[in-house]
C-alpha cells in the first residue's frame, strides 16, 4: 500500500478519535518514523503530504537529511548522546528525548537558535526506557530557566507495548495531568503545551488522551 493510501486511513481514524472529544484534527502532528525505511520511501511520504519525519539515529538522519532536506521538518526522536549534540542540533527542528542536565547544557552550548525540546518522561517506569521519573520533571523543567537556547514545549513518553486500553490510558493522562501542572506554572522557557505520545498501535488512543504530536512508523511508512 502507498503511504498515501495509508495517510488516509490515519486520517480518517485521526478525525474519528478527534470528534469524540471535539478536538480539532489539524491540531495533531503526525510525525512519520522513517528510522526503518529506505530514503525513496522516505520521500515518498513528504510526497504524500507528511511534512515532519522522525529519526532516532544520527547515521540515518544524516542519510535522509542530505536527500531531503528542509522539505521536511525534523524531529530527533531517540536517545541523544551528548557528544553526538554538535552533529545534529543545528539540522533538527525538535528533540524529543530531553532527559538530562547534561544534554541540555550541550545543545544550549551548540544551538545557534532556540532549539524547541520535549522532556522524555519514563510514566511506565519500564527499566528499558529512557526518561526521567514523573516526581522529577517539574524540578528538571524549573532548572533549565538559564539556558537560553533550550525551550520545553512539551513532554514525551513511550508506552509499553500492550494491549490493554486502560493501562495505555493511565500512562495517557499521568502524562498529560504532568504537562498540565508544568504549563499553569507560565514559566518563561516552558511554555509546555504539547504532548508527544502514541505510536502504530496506540496513538488512537494517545489523541483521544490529548496527545498533539504522534510518533507513527509502521503503519505509516512501513
Known amino acids: 500500500m502507498t503511504v498515501a493510501n495509508k495517510l488516509a486511513e490515519m486520517k480518517q481514524i485521526i478525525q474519528k478519535a478527534c470528534d469524540k472529544f471535539d478536538r480539532n484534527p489539524n491540531d495533531i502532528t503526525i510525525i512519520g518514523v522513517t528510522k526503518y525505511v529506505s530514503i525513496d520511501r522516505a520521500k515518498e511520504a513528504v510526497e504524500a503530504g507528511i511534512s515532519n519525519l522522525g ?48 544534554l541540555a547544557k550541550e545543545i544550549n552550548k551548540r544551538s545557534e537558535t532556540i532549539t524547541p525540546c520535549f522532556v522524555q ?33 512539551g513532554l514525551m513518553t513511550m508506552a509499553p507495548l500492550v494491549e490493554n486500553e486502560e493501562e495505555l490510558r493511565a500512562i495517557f493522562r499521568k502524562l498529560r495531568a504532568i504537562r ?36 507513527v512508523g509502521t503503519s505509516l511508512v512501513g
Open 121 to 153: 518522561v519514563n510514566v511506565s517506569g519500564e527499566e528499558s526506557k529512557q526518561g526521567l521519573d514523573p516526581e522529577d520533571v517539574e524540578g528538571f523543567i524549573e532548572s533549565l530557566q538559564n539556558y537560553e537556547k533550550v525551550q520545553v514545549v
Open 180 to 215: 498540565d501542572i508544568v504549563r499553569d506554572k507560565h514559566l518563561p522557557h516552558a511554555p509546555c503545551e504539547s504532548l508527544s505520545m502514541g505510536m502504530s498501535n496506540d496513538y488512537r488512543i494517545a489523541i483521544e488522551e490529548g496527545a498533539t504530536h504522534i510518533r
Open 55 to 102: 529519526e532516532n539515529r544520527n547515521e540515518q538522519f544524516f542519510e535522509k537529511y542530505e536527500s531531503i532536506g528542509d522539505k521536511a521538518t525534523w524531529h530527533f526522536i531517540g536517545s541523544l548522546q551528548s557528544r553526538k549534540v554538535k552533529d545534529v542540533i543545528n539540522k533538527v527542528d525538535y528533540i524529543h528525548s530531553l532527559d538530562r542536565k547534561s
